[in-house]
């Protein structure tokens, strides 16, 4: 079993940043993906920013540049620097983890088995 516990969000004004964090229980796998997705009320849990074990990140198109997510294996941490953060950002925010051999963390909830509890962002003009 894994379990993923995130913490780090809050309130922000537009303009602010924050830094999301997922504490990992374990790894069972050799390789695997980790990804961050958010859910803002009353929308479908979107796709972030994924990495894969060796590194290799992915992000949704909309927030390349101002969104970096980074891992810290020696920590068994991921992280989400949100800087420049927009109202529209406003969301849960949660981590997910699953097994995978490829060389780009899919973005799609689907795909992912763990997940963890969410942890709020909000924004406001």
């Known amino acids: 079993q894994v379990q993923l516990v995130e913490s780090g969000g809050g309130s922000v004004q537009a303009g602010g940043s924050l830094r999301l964090s997922c504490a990992v229980s374990r790894y069972p796998w050799f390789r695997y993906y980790m990804a961050w997705f958010r859910q803002a009320p009353g929308k479908e849990r979107e796709g972030v920013a994924g990495i894969t074990s060796d590194g290799r990140s992915t992000y949704a198109d909309s927030l390349k540049g101002r969104f970096t997510i980074s891992q810290d294996n020696a920590k068994n941490t991921l992280y989400l620097q949100m800087n420049s953060l927009k109202p529209e950002d406003t969301a849960m925010y949660y981590c997910?983890?699953?097994?995978?051999?490829?060389?780009?963390?899919?973005?799609?909830?689907?795909?992912?088995?763990?997940w963890g509890q969410g942890t709020q962002v909000t924004v406001s003009s």
């Open positions: 997910a983890a699953a097994p995978g051999l490829g060389t780009a963390a899919p973005l799609s909830a689907s795909f992912y088995t763990y």
